[in-house]
């Protein structure tokens, strides 16, 4: 049969157990720190990454429309050099149509207004008139485009509103307030 541990022997036992215990709090609160600092890294790394992912996407937008601005610049210096307008004019249209099957390229597309119902997901009102057919867009100011579902910006526009019918005042109803009598 074991012996009873002496209160000696239990303090010494519980104290060793305590030891142990510090001792392994001690060692994950040091692996939770260097988790922590680690994640830290990880964010501050990804939010490089991040930019630097932006930039290169700017630097390739950029270089797609570089050959456009030096068209434009061509037609401008030409048309000093030679003061021939109807070559400067066909010059801008072909520039014109090049940035166009640039912007269509990326998924550009203008947004439907002149003759549509005006929606607000679409179309910003600037103005608004009275009409017999209300809700529809009557004047666009600025085309509005969208790519892939979003609107990147909504085109400006005028819209018709309903016209109000004006009411000429009816007299009020006789009202009479009947009583039961009991």
Do not use: C, W
């Not at 720190?33 to 937008?61: I, M, T």
């Not at 009557?138 to 892939?148: K, T, W």
């Amino acid at each position: 049969m074991e012996e009873p541990k002496t209160q000696q022997e239990q303090t010494n036992q519980l104290q060793t157990l305590l030891e142990e215990k510090e001792r392994q709090i001690k060692e994950l609160i040091e692996r939770l720190q260097r988790l922590q600092a680690d994640f830290e890294n990880y964010k501050k790394r990804q939010a490089r990454e991040h930019e630097e992912l932006l930039l290169r996407l700017e630097d390739q937008l950029l270089t797609e429309i570089l050959p456009i601005y030096d068209n434009l610049e061509r037609a401008f210096r030409a048309f000093n050099k030679n003061n021939d307008k109807d070559s400067f004019i066909e010059g801008i249209e072909r520039i014109f149509a090049q940035f166009h099957s640039f912007l269509e390229g990326k998924g550009v597309r203008p947004i439907p207004a002149v003759g549509e119902l005006f929606d607000p997901l679409l179309h910003e009102a600037l103005i608004t008139v009275e009409a017999e057919d209300g809700g529809k867009v009557l004047e666009e100011f600025e085309r509005g485009y969208q790519r892939a579902g979003r609107v990147l910006r909504p085109s400006k526009v005028k819209v018709s509103k309903r016209k109000v019918p004006e009411t000429s005042q009816s007299p009020e109803s006789s009202a009479t307030s009947h009583t039961k009598e009991g």
